[in-house]
């Protein structure tokens, strides 16, 4: 339980730190999930019936994205983040993949309807890693721009 209240204290973090309004939003709704995930953990712990809802991160951060693509094309606010919050963000992206390997391997030896709840949870991080890759891949853009294929002949001669 205690990695949820971590990974959420880690997301608000980031929702505060991050200087766009839509990054935050996205950070917001991975705080949230991971709320969820700590308050079914609660339940099974105290033995009542949690109320597991899945994920929209997944789906809510493309929106996210493509009203960022349609409305603020270029807009250097929103691309380029310093490289501690990007160490930031692969941090979070690492922080994901451990805990979806931990409740996969946890519900490999568990049973019933916690197995099949632990296998929900470990799916909605795996779509937290995804949601971190597009993140990261977003702003680390202008990083990575030169090294795409339609420029790695700068300074060739022709």
Known sequence: MQVEVDGKAYYVKLASEAGHPGLKSIFEMLANDEQKHYDTFKALKAKTTPSFHGTTVLADSRNV???IADTERG???VTGVPE???AA???AQR???ESYTFYEDKAKV???ETRDLLLRIAKEEHAHEEVLN???EFVDRPNT???SAEFNHIGEEF
């Open 110 to 112: 568990t049973e019933g």
């Open 95 to 97: 922080l994901e993949v």
């Open 75 to 77: 807009n250097v606010e």
């Open 89 to 91: 963000y692969r941090e």
């Open 65 to 67: 994205f493509q009203r």
């Open 84 to 86: 501690a919050q990007l």
């Open 134 to 136: 597009n993140v990261i």
């Open 145 to 147: 721009w030169i090294d």
